[in-house]
């Protein structure tokens, strides 16, 4: 709209108003002069010079006309040149004619003819008595096409507005997809089983229907502030106008969706294509396009070439519709070019003195194809122009090349989005990196192949259990299909990153009705973990089962089988906690009272009855989470996973949740896997715990045997000054080493020391008798004796 707005105004500047010649308006009060030494005309002189004095002229009668301007001007020139405008001399002729002159000053514009106005003024007073005449000067407007100053214009202006108007349109589509992505409440979405291409379709069907009707009222812009052009005899104009944005819907809808899949954050997604639309379309596209159109005109081969380049930038988006709306409007000027002569100017086409390169003899068909017939010098006729031209209609005059790229491309993104949706192209990047090792040096694939499997079997020593489950597992999966009797069997799952194992060679299994705990720090690969499970990763090896469905083979069918609570809220901001529910039930397959009756026991469970109601967009952190669980449970899927499910809540959040997720178990016999950082959550849940360590368990089993078998003897911290120098902490450290078997430095900090004594022969009363007698002898602040904990086997762990 800004772009017309502008064109509009440069309209009326070469469509000026009438101008009235009325000096006192144009010059103000100015000075005037008449010369009369007749006294047959005295009466006429008289009558002129009233006439002056009622536009504000300062008359002075003088006897010579000529000495009178001189001296006028020599003694104030720019006086001279800014007041003194008009006169007027009044004489006879020997044979009694009338001899009258109007003076005028060339140095004021328009003078000359409000000079001769006035004169004629006095001459009508002076027969009649009384009248008046007007003048009013009016700019010619030449018999050619009004808009034809556009053509300079219009250019530069559609390479500005437009690549901004419609990124920003596009951009409106992809917020909504980008933070369903983010937020993760898309994967939710597929895997309570929506398929990927109905998520897009559905998508682009509300996408588009909005952008059709933003449309309809941007057609209306152009069509009201240049209806000759696009109505009438040219209505072809604004029908392909409106083909051009409708196919740039149908093509830039989709492509935005892949930039949703391809960049993983929403502010530098947004950012690069913003960037790439304005900045490629405007200095890239539209400079190659006016290069190649320059040396066109002027012969050169070079555009041949260029030519294939335009082209390769058919294929954004962008690139089509700027350079359709351009080449659109300079097809409607050149069709309506013969529209703006009437019938009077087109009875000129058989007079002799037109010029043959007048605008309007282009018009007159007949009379112009026989002159062109007999001059090959002649220009060409008018014709018109067919707007979805494939062929030229002129030097680079034809939009049905960017149509049609428009139209194809829709379906090509279509595809390309379905395709990048796909398991199979998820693979692709791991396929390329397998491809890419296998060209390393072989020996040097050795050596990283021993020392991969000697890292395996170190920790694998680690905790005889974490083994004993591996082989369990292996065993399982080799005897039959599916999970057997577990709920959830995960074999050899693997994540690499370049070099780095995320998650490595990862095999457990879950029972039904069990609550299997991963205990780890941030970047364990407790999360790394959940994502290949729920598909929103591909695992670079491995495979994971529920029932008969493996992750790998019938990954959607596997996929459908879990509830998910991720780390984020998955939550759509414009739904309420109950909308959210009842969403994800019904996309599990829940209808009319099972519904209804679950989504109200899932709010009741989880605390959530007085804010049901509300957008979810106004929750507390606390209540974010609480729904996000809901979500997860909603339908009773078997198997439940839960990345810090109490993560951000307060303490009754917490003891809610922990409630919530216990009735639930014991009422559905659902498998439930814990990924968490907390101890208090995974000790008053967990039937099972496994402390992750670099993408490995280092430790599984239950609370108690963990404590049991990790927990043998005592933790002992020592407190000393920090002002005690370096020698003497050394020689305490070689104290408490040589004093105590089987003891282990587990922390070294600024004035503190960290112990586990687990010599068997030495009870708490002892150990309190050494410390006692150390801590005269190292002057000691104070030192601490206590039992090994779960914290403490954990801290150990993650350390390791």
Same mark, same amino acid.
């Not at 108003?17 to 010059?27: Q, W």
């Not at 010579?64 to 720019?78: D, I, Q, S």
């Not at 954050?265 to 006016?290: M, Q, T, Y």
């Not at 208090?680 to 239950?702: D, P, Q, T, Y």
């Given at each position: 709209?800004?772009?017309?707005?502008?064109?509009?105004?440069?309209a009326?500047?070469?469509?000026?108003? @009438?101008?009235k010649?009325?000096?006192?308006?144009?010059y103000?009060?100015t000075d005037g002069?008449y010369y009369?030494?007749?006294?047959?005309?005295?009466?006429?002189?008289?009558?002129?010079k009233?006439?002056l004095?009622?536009?504000?002229?300062?008359?002075?009668?003088?006897?010579?006309?000529t000495?009178?301007?001189?001296?006028y001007?020599t003694?104030?020139?720019?006086?001279?040149?800014?007041?003194?405008?008009v006169?007027?001399? +009044?004489?006879?002729?020997?044979?009694?004619?009338?001899?009258?002159t109007?003076?005028?000053n060339?140095?004021?514009?328009?003078?000359?003819?409000?000079?001769?106005?006035?004169?004629?003024?006095?001459?009508?007073?002076?027969i009649?008595?009384a009248? =008046?005449?007007?003048?009013?000067?009016?700019?010619?407007?030449p018999?050619? #096409?009004?808009?034809?100053?556009?053509e300079?214009y219009?250019?530069?202006?559609?390479?500005?507005?437009? @690549?901004?108007a419609?990124?920003f349109?596009?951009l409106s589509?992809i917020?909504?997809?980008?933070?369903?992505?983010?937020?993760k409440?898309?994967?939710?979405?597929?895997? %309570?089983?929506v398929?990927s291409?109905?998520?897009?379709?559905?998508n682009?069907?509300?996408?588009?229907?909005?952008?059709?009707?933003?449309c309809i009222?941007?057609?209306?812009?152009?069509?009201?502030?240049?209806? =000759?052009?696009?109505?009438?005899?040219?209505?072809e104009a604004?029908? =392909?106008?409106?083909?051009f944005?409708f196919?740039y819907?149908?093509?830039?809808l989709?492509?935005?969706?892949?930039?949703?899949?391809?960049?993983?954050?929403e502010n530098?997604?947004?950012?690069?294509?913003?960037g790439?639309?304005i900045?490629f379309s405007?200095?890239?596209f539209?400079?190659?396009a006016?290069?190649?159109?320059?040396?066109?005109?002027?012969?050169s081969?070079?555009?041949?070439?260029?030519?294939?380049?335009?082209?390769?930038l058919?294929?954004?988006?962008i690139?089509?519709?700027t350079?359709?709306?351009?080449v659109?409007?300079?097809?409607?000027?050149h069709?309506?070019?013969?529209?703006?002569?009437?019938p009077?100017?087109?009875?000129?086409?058989?007079?002799?003195?037109?010029?043959?390169?007048?605008?309007?003899?282009r018009c007159?068909?007949?009379?112009?194809?026989?002159k =062109?017939?007999l001059?090959?010098?002649?220009?060409?006729?008018?014709e018109?122009?067919?707007?979805?031209?494939?062929?030229?209609?002129?030097?680079?005059?034809?939009?049905?090349?960017?149509?049609?790229?428009?139209?194809?491309?829709?379906?090509?993104?279509?595809a390309?989005?379905i395709?990048?949706?796909?398991?199979?192209?998820?693979?692709?990047?791991i396929?390329?990196?397998?491809?890419?090792?296998?060209?390393?040096?072989?020996?040097?694939?050795?050596?990283?192949?021993?020392?991969?499997?000697a890292?395996?079997h170190?920790?694998?020593?680690?905790?005889?259990q974490?083994l004993?489950?591996e082989?369990?597992?292996?065993n399982?999966?080799?005897?039959q299909?599916g999970?057997g009797g577990?709920?959830?069997?995960?074999k050899e799952l693997?994540?690499?990153y370049?070099?780095?194992?995320s998650?490595?060679?990862l095999s457990?299994?879950?029972?039904?009705?069990?609550?299997?705990?991963?205990?780890?720090?941030?970047?364990?690969?407790?999360?790394?973990?959940?994502?290949m499970?729920?598909?929103?990763?591909?695992?670079?090896?491995?495979?994971a089962?529920?029932?008969?469905y493996?992750?790998?083979g019938?990954?959607?069918?596997?996929?459908?089988?879990?509830?998910?609570? @991720?780390?984020?809220?998955?939550?759509?901001?414009?739904?309420t906690?109950?909308e959210?529910?009842?969403?994800?039930?019904?996309?599990?397959?829940?209808?009319?009272?099972d519904?209804q009756?679950?989504?109200?026991?899932?709010?009741?469970?989880?605390?959530?009855?007085?804010?049901?109601?509300?957008?979810?967009?106004?929750?507390?952190?606390g209540?974010k989470r609480?729904?996000?669980v809901?979500?997860?449970l909603?339908?009773?899927p078997?198997?439940i996973?839960?990345d810090?499910?109490?993560?951000?809540?307060?303490l009754?959040?917490?003891?809610l949740?922990?409630?919530?997720?216990t009735?639930?178990?014991?009422?559905?016999?659902?498998?439930?896997l814990l990924?968490?950082?907390s101890?208090?959550e995974s000790e008053?849940?967990?039937?099972?715990?496994?402390?992750?360590?670099?993408?490995?368990?280092?430790c599984?089993?239950?609370?108690?045997?963990?404590?049991s078998? #990790?927990?043998q003897?005592?933790?002992?911290?020592?407190k000393f000054s920090?002002?005690l120098?370096?020698?003497?902490?050394?020689?305490?450290?070689?104290n408490?080493?040589?004093?105590?078997?089987n003891i282990?430095?587990?922390?070294?900090?600024?004035?503190?020391?960290q112990?586990?004594?687990?010599?068997?022969s030495?009870?708490?009363?002892r150990l309190?008798?050494?410390? +006692?007698?150390v801590k005269?002898?190292?002057?000691?602040?104070?030192?601490?004796?206590?039992?090994?904990?779960?914290?403490?086997?954990?801290?150990? %762990?993650?350390?390791?």
């Amino acid at each position: 709209m800004l772009m017309c707005y502008y064109l509009n105004a440069v309209a009326l500047e070469f469509q000026k108003e @009438p101008l009235k010649l009325d000096i006192s308006s144009v010059y103000g009060t100015t000075d005037g002069f008449y010369y009369n030494e007749d006294s047959t005309v005295s009466n006429l002189a008289e009558t002129f010079k009233n006439v002056l004095e009622s536009n504000d002229v300062n008359v002075k009668k003088v006897s010579e006309p000529t000495h009178y301007v001189l001296n006028y001007g020599t003694k104030n020139l720019p006086k001279y040149l800014k007041r003194l405008v008009v006169g007027g001399a +009044f004489d006879t002729f020997p044979s009694g004619r009338l001899n009258l002159t109007a003076w005028h000053n060339a140095g004021s514009v328009h003078s000359m003819p409000m000079s001769i106005l006035l004169m004629q003024t006095a001459l009508l007073r002076h027969i009649t008595n009384a009248g =008046s005449i007007s003048l009013v000067i009016e700019a010619f407007t030449p018999v050619s #096409n009004k808009y034809r100053y556009l053509e300079g214009y219009f250019p530069g202006w559609i390479d500005i507005f437009v @690549p901004l108007a419609f990124t920003f349109l596009s951009l409106s589509s992809i917020l909504s997809p980008f933070h369903e992505k983010t937020t993760k409440a898309k994967l939710l979405q597929l895997m %309570c089983g929506v398929p990927s291409a109905m998520y897009w379709i559905v998508n682009f069907l509300w996408d588009y229907s909005l952008y059709f009707v933003f449309c309809i009222f941007l057609i209306m812009v152009p069509a009201s502030f240049f209806p =000759s052009l696009y109505f009438g005899k040219n209505i072809e104009a604004i029908s =392909s106008l409106a083909l051009f944005f409708f196919l740039y819907g149908w093509a830039s809808l989709p492509l935005g969706y892949i930039v949703t899949i391809l960049l993983k954050r929403e502010n530098r997604g947004l950012s690069i294509f913003i960037g790439f639309c304005i900045l490629f379309s405007v200095f890239c596209f539209d400079l190659l396009a006016n290069i190649a159109h320059m040396l066109k005109l002027g012969g050169s081969r070079i555009p041949f070439r260029l030519g294939d380049t335009i082209w390769f930038l058919r294929l954004f988006p962008i690139y089509s519709i700027t350079r359709g709306i351009q080449v659109n409007f300079d097809i409607a000027i050149h069709n309506s070019a013969c529209d703006m002569f009437t019938p009077e100017d087109l009875a000129l086409c058989q007079s002799s003195s037109l010029s043959s390169s007048s605008t309007l003899l282009r018009c007159c068909k007949d009379i112009c194809k026989k002159k =062109s017939h007999l001059n090959k010098n002649y220009g060409d006729c008018h014709e018109t122009w067919n707007h979805l031209s494939l062929t030229e209609n002129r030097v680079y005059m034809r939009n049905g090349p960017d149509a049609l790229y428009l139209g194809l491309e829709g379906f090509i993104f279509f595809a390309l989005l379905i395709l990048l949706e796909s398991r199979t192209a998820a693979k692709f990047p791991i396929i390329l990196k397998i491809c890419f090792r296998r060209m390393r040096n072989y020996l040097s694939r050795i050596v990283l192949r021993r020392g991969h499997q000697a890292l395996l079997h170190e920790n694998t020593t680690v905790d005889p259990q974490v083994l004993q489950e591996e082989v369990r597992i292996e065993n399982m999966t080799a005897s039959q299909q599916g999970s057997g009797g577990e709920a959830l069997i995960v074999k050899e799952l693997t994540k690499n990153y370049g070099n780095f194992s995320s998650v490595n060679h990862l095999s457990f299994g879950v029972n039904g009705e069990e609550y299997f705990g991963i205990l780890g720090v941030n970047g364990a690969g407790k999360t790394s973990t959940f994502k290949m499970l729920t598909g929103e990763d591909v695992p670079s090896s491995g495979n994971a089962f529920i029932q008969r469905y493996s992750l790998v083979g019938n990954f959607r069918k596997f996929q459908s089988h879990l509830g998910y609570c @991720p780390e984020v809220d998955p939550l759509i901001d414009d739904l309420t906690g109950r909308e959210m529910l009842v969403l994800f039930g019904q996309l599990r397959g829940l209808r009319g009272y099972d519904l209804q009756n679950n989504v109200i026991e899932l709010i009741q469970n989880l605390g959530l009855t007085n804010c049901a109601d509300e957008l979810t967009q106004f929750y507390s952190e606390g209540d974010k989470r609480k729904l996000s669980v809901a979500i997860a449970l909603v339908g009773s899927p078997p198997v439940i996973l839960l990345d810090e499910p109490t993560a951000r809540g307060d303490l009754e959040s917490r003891r809610l949740i922990w409630n919530a997720l216990t009735r639930f178990r014991n009422r559905t016999g659902a498998a439930i896997l814990l990924a968490t950082q907390s101890i208090e959550e995974s000790e008053a849940l967990c039937n099972r715990l496994a402390i992750m360590v670099k993408g490995r368990f280092h430790c599984l089993g239950s609370a108690e045997q963990l404590k049991s078998k #990790n927990g043998q003897g005592y933790m002992l911290t020592i407190k000393f000054s920090k002002k005690l120098n370096a020698e003497k902490v050394n020689a305490l450290k070689t104290n408490m080493q040589d004093s105590l078997k089987n003891i282990t430095l587990t922390g070294d900090y600024k004035g503190m020391l960290q112990y586990k004594v687990v010599d068997p022969s030495v009870n708490v009363g002892r150990l309190f008798k050494f410390m +006692f007698d150390v801590k005269t002898q190292f002057e000691l602040e104070d030192f601490s004796i206590s039992s090994v904990f779960l914290e403490q086997i954990y801290l150990e %762990c993650s350390r390791a």
